[in-house]
């Protein structure tokens, strides 16, 4: 399960360059936001991995960790930076 880990937060690293490539980063997040964006995608990988493996076993997991990835890379900005200038106002 280890290695797997090490596979699910290498796909999440590799999600959130493709996320940072296709500008899906919020601006309010300035220079360093990249960063995050990269921590962002290994972080949601992983913990869909292993909802993956804990809901629909190990074969499954990897093709749920890419997925959980891809919605948690693309909406999750979006709702951070909408909670925040909720917080601002």
């Known amino acids: 399960m280890l290695i797997l880990s090490f596979i699910w937060v290498a796909l999440g690293l590799l999600i959130g360059a493709?996320?940072?490539a296709a500008k899906l980063r919020p601006a309010a997040w300035g220079r360093g936001g990249w960063r995050a964006m990269l921590a962002l995608g290994a972080?949601?990988?992983?913990?869909g991995g292993w909802l993956g493996t804990w809901v629909l076993g190990v074969l499954f997991a990897?093709?749920?960790?890419?997925?959980?990835?891809?919605?948690?890379?693309?909406?999750?900005?979006?709702?951070?930076?909408?909670?925040?200038?909720?917080?601002?106002?």
């Open 18 to 20: 493709l996320a940072n």
């Open 43 to 47: 972080l949601v990988a992983l913990l």
């Open 62 to 89: 990897t093709a749920t960790a890419l997925w959980i990835a891809v919605l948690g890379v693309a909406l999750l900005p979006r709702l951070i930076a909408w909670c925040a200038s909720l917080l601002r106002a």
